[in-house]
């Protein structure tokens, strides 16, 4: 479980505390019930007829099989007593008598329910569990005591076997938040978890898996066993020896060996994973000969153990030679995993089908949601969809990766126990929503709205994305479609309706906090919670912005539009803190070296996103009345005809692109409005759909203009589907690029043309650099100490002669670097730096993966130099920035005339400088997020003149330059040593 430990304000940091469990209670005296409410069942039964009327329940004389989960599970509602409503418990299996209508499945049941009492049968002591589970959600308390529906069930699982897998990175959910799941899985009629927590080494993914268990974690172990027996769930044991095996007889009987040992704490179910490993430990050849020594050595001698199953390495895909090999000679009755067509995927019918002929026999399903663990600043708190139904009877088994929150991950585990159990009655939507109102009674509504608005990922190497915010993404889009033609808004019903859903997401955390009645829950997402807060605050003052200008209070607009501007920078600064402070934690409790939690972001597709655009849009007017000047927004500029999707050029979402459905010509250009004339740093073009299309400009020129008449270029003519600028001076309204060639110059001419972004004034993000298919889709992650891409789990081959790096347009200072690609050694690989984005200049590469840079450069690469390919693991490959401290900063963000952007600054005695674009100034406007700072500027004489303070509270502040000497070069600011400053805007007068 979770709790919250206070760091400091604003902070609140997760981590492991107990939480309460359901209270039992005695049923009320005898009476009889007329009618009772009727109560939703899930899992969703195959069959169930309910008669009409009820029976109200003084107390249960129980009878027949005794079975001691379902009796204590009777205990929870009713009482027991000699005199009693009769209740007759039977087990099929294993019995002469006959079986009735009940399936001979494992799991299967029936439940009858009269005047005179009631029969519970099960198949297997399993069913009757679940007899009772289904008597128990029937079951309603009321003054005049339990009712139950007069009712008759036939039930039974599309699916075996049902649950979990704890397989993800990061950090493992601890005893209580186990303890917690299965008890979860008993009630909704999950009957597996697998355990295997990459951070256990005696788990595995370590020299260590042969080892037992130190006796603290032996008897936390033998603990879960009993809480899984109790709530019928097969607590499977695996083991990963892949990192470090050895084909022998010696590891083979060490396995039978940990096996032994798993056996005498309890453990009756047992897994062997072969997962993101790489070498020896990833031939299919040897781990047939170790599992099937195992199943035969272990598995065939003990009755009471259940088949093994084993998660292969190539565990995604269409198949190969090396399913091919584990299903031919894997014995049949071991169960293979498998994730999808991918690695994190939707599961569907045909690819399943498919791999199952190569396995030889149905597969295991991995299935990798609601997992977050390679987009951890998200929450999965959606519905659940992408399995198909009819896919059920083609598979052994299904278990979801979930989240490390068990609590939080209970969302997704509601609809996956229903989807498993009867697929046909899934209601994806209907579920979620019924999970949300059973799980969080005291504040659905304050739930759905959290969880409406937390479900998508966002962009990640695996390229896996969810809905979020569906209901209201419509009426989003209709206010910002309206405020982009400049129309009147503020009067329209969806702008009434998306500021009242500001309303609700500013209003939801604190009822969470207050009524969910799961404070492991509440710890568990805490640091979303005031994300999410924050962002309806947020949204509400851009809407009350707009409603001042559009009424004309002017002043009033201002105060708006620079509280929304606070709380989106105040979301950045809590953002990296908690991060800080989780990293913190995770590598205390797991020994990592790297950053494990990189951001906190909630609504990252339709409502963070939708706040920072009504701020931008709606801060315009608000901008040209405090400086004095006309100030235009932002907006594409092109001389084609088609139109549609044409903001997504500038969305800054690398995943969506404006696409002209036109036939390109020589001449068509593509580019933007900067709405009033600046000074032209930096242009950053990226086009095509992907990075091998050729629907883009593919021969073009960069220019600028200042009235779109007359134009010049900013560079020579370019080729490529990115476009990379740096200024040299030039100022300009308008700036395109234009096609001097149609088509692709020597190949096809009737393209159209796919614009993904078109940044002005952007400081060019770093990006992956790569030519292996593999590390195509990787995420750069940069901050103010390195630069790095996001780690990547699975093991992918990098070929010969291809190479994996970064490449950085606008150039960063670099120390060092460090690569850590989980390979024995490094002899196969040579380094590169780039220091202009062309000529590469080789540096030696340490034993360790490590490097000396010592310079500014623009592009670094790992090439594989050998003639084999190497099976690498992206651990790390990071580049270690050199400190900037008291320098000049890019000041794009405080002179774009845009509110949702700014200019953070770290403050110290010596000075932080920003450039100065109008030299003639005789003013500077600073809109700031009213903390304390010194203000001084600089002229044409190099002297450093103090011109006023940044006052604490006030968020707009104007300093004279009169006294500065002409032409004025920048303004610094200083201020005490640890504080910071958020700048906005800064607007010369």
């Not at 299967?108 to 005047?115: C, D, G």
Request: charged letters at 25%.
């Amino acid at each position: 479980m979770m709790a919250v430990t206070a760091l400091g304000a604003g902070l609140a940091l997760p981590v492991f505390a107990q939480s309460s469990s359901p209270a039992s209670s005695s049923a009320p005296a005898a009476s009889r019930a007329k009618k009772t409410a009727k109560m939703p069942v899930y899992p969703i039964p195959q069959k169930m007829t309910r008669s009409g009327g009820s029976v109200t329940v003084p107390a249960l004389k129980l009878s027949g099989a005794r079975d001691e989960p379902t009796v204590n599970a009777l205990k929870s509602m009713f009482s027991i007593a000699p005199n009693g409503l009769p209740v007759q418990m039977s087990i099929i299996k294993g019995s002469k008598k006959a079986a009735g209508n009940v399936p001979q499945k494992a799991g299967a049941y029936s439940l009858s329910v009269t005047q005179q009492g009631i029969r519970m049968t099960g198949y297997d002591d399993e069913g009757l569990f679940y007899a009772a589970q289904t008597l128990l959600q029937l079951a309603e308390k009321t003054p005049s005591g339990v009712t139950v529906p007069v009712v008759e069930v036939l039930d039974w699982p599309d699916v075996p076997f049902r649950g979990t897998i704890e397989g993800f990175y990061g950090l493992p959910w601890g005893q209580e938040g186990r303890i917690s799941q299965f008890k979860f899985y008993g009630k909704y009629k999950m009957n597996t978890y697998i355990y295997g927590p990459k951070d256990d080494v005696f788990h595995g993914f370590s020299k260590r898996w042969r080892e037992p268990y130190p006796a603290d974690m032996a008897k936390d172990l033998k603990e879960l066993v009993k809480v899984a027996k109790q709530n019928k769930v097969n607590f499977v044991w695996a083991v990963h020896p892949g990192a470090d095996i050895h084909w022998g007889e010696a590891d083979r009987k060490a396995a039978v060996k940990k096996f032994e040992m798993m056996y005498d704490l309890g453990f009756r179910s047992f897994a062997v994973f072969f997962d993101d490993i790489g070498g020896e430990g990833a031939k299919p050849e040897g781990q047939v000969e170790f599992l099937n020594y195992l199943n035969k050595e272990f598995i065939h001698k003990k009755p009471d153990v259940t088949p093994l199953i084993v998660c292969p390495t190539a565990y995604s895909g269409g198949g190969g030679r090396y399913h091919e090999v584990m299903g031919e000679h894997l014995d049949k009755d071991i169960g293979i995993m498998w994730t999808g067509s991918s690695i994190v995927s939707d599961i569907r019918t045909p690819a399943l089908k498919g791999i199952n002929k190569y396995l030889q026999r149905p597969a295991f399903i991995w299935w990798n949601f609601p997992v977050t663990d390679y987009v951890r600043h998200a929450l999965f708190l959606g519905r659940t969809y992408g399995v198909d139904a009819d896919a059920m009877p083609f598979m052994q088994g299904f278990a979801s990766n979930p989240m490390d929150k068990p609590e939080a991950s209970k969302i997704s585990l509601f609809s996956v126990a229903n989807m498993t159990w009867n697929a046909k009655a899934y209601d994806s939507d209907k579920t979620w929503k019924d999970s949300i109102r059973i799980l969080f009674p005291g504040c659905a509504s304050a739930m759905q709205t959290f969880a409406d608005h937390n479900s998508d990922g966002g962009p990640s190497g695996h390229n896996y994305r969810k809905e979020e915010s569906v209901e209201i993404a419509p009426v989003v889009e209709q206010v910002l479609e309206l405020c982009r033609r400049g129309a009147k808004v503020s009067e329209s019903k969806a702008f009434d309706r998306l500021k009242a859903e500001f309303a609700k997401m500013a209003q939801a955390p604190d009822m969470i906090r207050a009524k969910s009645n799961n404070p492991a829950f509440v710890a568990e997402v805490e640091p979303w919670l005031i994300q999410f807060e924050s962002l309806g605050k947020a949204g509400m003052n851009s809407m009350q912005m707009i409603e001042a200008t559009e009424a004309g209070n002017a002043s009033g607009a201002l105060n708006y539009a620079m509280e929304a501007a606070c709380l989106l920078a105040e979301m950045q600064r809590y953002s990296k803190e908690i991060s800080k402070a989780i990293n913190k934690h995770v590598t205390e409790v797991t020994k990592k070296n790297s950053p494990w939690q990189t951001a906190v972001k909630p609504s990252e597709l339709v409502m963070a996103p939708a706040v920072r655009e009504l701020l931008d849009m709606g801060s315009t007017p608000v901008l040209s009345r405090v400086s004095g000047q006309a100030v235009g927004r932002v907006k594409p500029y092109v001389s084609t005809k088609s139109k549609g999707g044409i903001e997504k050029m500038l969305d800054d979402d690398p995943e969506s692109f404006y696409y002209c459905k036109e036939v390109q010509k020589k001449g068509d250009f593509f580019g933007v409005d900067l709405g009033a004339p600046r000074e032209i740093r930096t242009v950053s073009i990226v086009m095509g759909r992907n990075d091998s299309d050729t629907d883009a400009v593919n021969k073009g020129q960069l220019e600028v203009s200042m009235d779109g008449q007359s134009w010049s270029p900013l560079m020579p003519e370019s080729s490529g589907l990115r476009v990379e600028y740096q200024g040299n001076g030039k100022k300009g309204r308008f700036v395109r690029y234009r096609a001097t060639a149609q088509g692709v110059p020597g190949g096809k001419s009737d393209v159209w043309t796919a614009i993904r972004d078109f940044k002005v004034n952007a400081p060019a993000a770093p990006s992956v650099l790569t030519d292996a298919p593999a590390f195509k889709t990787a995420v750069v992650e940069a901050g103010d100490k390195d630069i790095s891409l996001k780690r990547i789990m699975e093991v992918h081959p990098l070929p010969p002669k291809k190479s994996l790096g970064l490449q950085i347009p606008a150039g960063a200072s670099v120390e060092s670097a460090s690569v850590n690609l989980k390979t024995p050694d490094m002899k196969w690989a040579k380094l590169y730096i780039s220091m202009d984005g062309k000529s590469w200049t080789e540096v030696p590469l340490k034993a360790d993966g490590s490097a000396e840079i010592g310079g500014v450069i623009k592009g670094i690469r790992l090439l594989n130099a050998g003639s084999s390919p190497q099976e690498v693991t992206l651990e790390e490959f990071k580049l270690n920035l050199a400190n900037k401290g008291g320098k000049s900063v890019d000041n794009g963000a405080a002179g774009d005339f845009n509110l949702a952007t700014f200019l953070p600054v770290e403050l110290s005695p010596e000075k932080v400088e920003i450039p100065c674009d109008s030299p003639r100034a005789n003013s500077a406007i600073v809109l700031s997020d009213g903390k304390e700072a010194s203000v001084l500027a600089c002229g044409a004489d190099g002297r450093w003149v103090p011109v006023g303070n940044l006052a604490k509270g006030r968020k707009v502040n104007t300093f004279s330059l009169k006294s500065v000497k002409k032409p004025v070069k920048a303004l610094g600011l200083t201020g005490k040593k640890g504080s910071s400053v958020n700048i906005f805007e800064v607007i010369w007068k």
